[in-house]
């Protein structure tokens, strides 16, 4: 969580020049009907990974999997819905049954009601449900099923600049993510509930939250600080887990604005995804920038 981008590593991360992976390697990626979500469930099917598209929508994802399996593509489909706890557990229970072991985790699926330039909290609780709490219960769903091999199973969280540390103005909040050694999901959930108060009694806008897209953001921040809390919880036993922001990207939640495509953006998540178990971090936030590809953004301020 660094309020500066540290030094540019423009060619990282670059496609893996080891292949670790087979067809008996299974990733799972959310929200995967259209996007990002699609673009890396191509991607990872493409280089021979047995890949999972989860969608909300069932009969959105069934028709993104039959347009895949159009191009020649291999792919299973499963409907989720990450903000509700049902839809979770039957998911997980299927998993189960169908394959047993999991390699890799995107959790792309999020939500933002606001347009680019609004700043509406209506929605917050609907997008704290989804963008945090929903990947949130999905890890722990699914966390019996990752494998422990050498390869070193990994989660790789999408997610957002806007949840860095640095857009935080209020300082008891700050200094309780500041030490992310320390940092509990009580505490994390407590941050977020004090989030949903305010916002309850109209004074969100004044607490020293993030001042854009603010429930989104929020969300995001969130997720990050959990992600590092497992990171460190499962650190050199068999779990990586990353953050990723793609940048301003051309998708349905930006309306097709953006400096990069869903593609561009799904290319470097793979190779995040995919990188070799000697050379995996975690606890990393890979943050793509006109100016390159930062990682180690979670440092500290």
Not at 68 to 89: M, N, P, Q
Request: hydrophobic share 35%.
């Amino acid at each position: 969580m660094n309020s500066k981008e540290p030094n540019t590593t423009s060619s990282f991360p670059s496609f893996p020049s080891t292949r670790w992976w087979s067809k008996e390697t299974v990733a799972i990626v959310t929200g995967a009907n259209k996007g990002i979500g699609y673009a890396m469930v191509k991607r990872l099917s493409e280089l021979g990974v047995t890949v999972i598209l989860t969608a909300r929508d069932n009969a959105r994802g069934l028709k993104a999997v039959e347009t895949l399996k159009g191009l020649g593509l291999d792919v299973y489909f499963h409907c989720l819905d990450i903000s509700k706890h049902a839809s979770i557990t039957e998911f997980a229970s299927w998993f189960k049954k169908e394959f047993g072991k999991l390699d890799i985790l995107v959790n792309n699926a999020a939500v933002s009601y606001n347009e680019i330039h609004e700043n509406s909290v209506e929605h917050a609780h609907e997008v704290i449900q989804t963008n945090y709490y929903g990947p949130k219960s999905l890890i722990e769903a699914l966390f019996p099923f990752f494998s422990r091999s050498p390869t070193t199973a990994r989660v790789l969280n999408l997610s957002s600049r806007l949840g860095l540390l640095n857009k935080v103005k209020n300082p008891e909040i700050k200094q309780t993510l500041l030490y992310e050694e320390q940092l509990s999901e009580d505490q994390i959930d407590k941050i977020v509930n004090l989030f949903i108060d305010d916002v309850k009694k109209g004074r969100w806008s004044s607490r020293g939250w993030p001042e854009n897209w603010t429930d989104y953001a929020v969300s995001k921040l969130a997720l990050n600080a959990y992600s590092k809390v497992l990171a460190n919880r499962y650190r050199g036993r068999g779990l990586s887990v990353n953050c990723f922001c793609p940048g301003h990207t051309q998708t349905s939640m930006t309306h097709g604005t953006g400096n990069y495509t869903a593609d561009a953006a799904a290319e470097l998540g793979v190779n995040i995804a995919l990188i070799p178990a000697k050379d995996l971090p975690t606890g990393k936030f890979f943050l793509r920038s006109s100016r390159g590809v930062y990682y180690n953004a979670y440092s500290k301020l």
